[in-house]
C-alpha cells in the first residue's frame, strides 16, 4: 500500500506534467510528442488503474487535457470499471 506521501508525490508530478503539456510556445513544440516517444503518455494510463482515486482522477484530466478525447473512452470505461469493482 502506498504512503500517502507517495501519493501526494505522484499527485505533484502529475500536476506538473500536466502544466508543463499545456505550454504552448515554440520551445516546446512537440512536447506533447516527445512526452508519448518517451513512454510518458503509458505511464499516466496504467496510473488510470492506481488505487488512489485522487491518482486516478488527476491521470485522467492529464490524458483528456492534452490527447483525442476518443482515443481515451475505452481506456476511461475499463478504468472506471475497475475502480468500481469490489
Known amino acids: 500500500m502506498l504512503d500517502r506521501s507517495d501519493v501526494e508525490l505522484i ?11 499545456g505550454l504552448e510556445s515554440r520551445e516546446v513544440e512537440g512536447i ?20 488512489n482515486k485522487e491518482v486516478y482522477l488527476k491521470a485522467q484530466g492529464v490524458l483528456m487535457n492534452h490527447h483525442e478525447l476518443e ?13 468500481n469493482d469490489p
Open 32 to 51: 506533447i510528442d516527445l512526452f508519448d516517444k518517451l513512454g510518458g503518455t503509458r505511464r499516466l494510463e496504467n496510473l488510470q488503474m492506481h488505487k
Open 11 to 21: 499527485l505533484a508530478l502529475l500536476k506538473a506534467i500536466d502544466t508543463i503539456l
Open 71 to 83: 482515443e481515451y473512452d475505452e481506456i476511461d470505461f475499463i478504468a472506471t470499471q475497475a475502480l
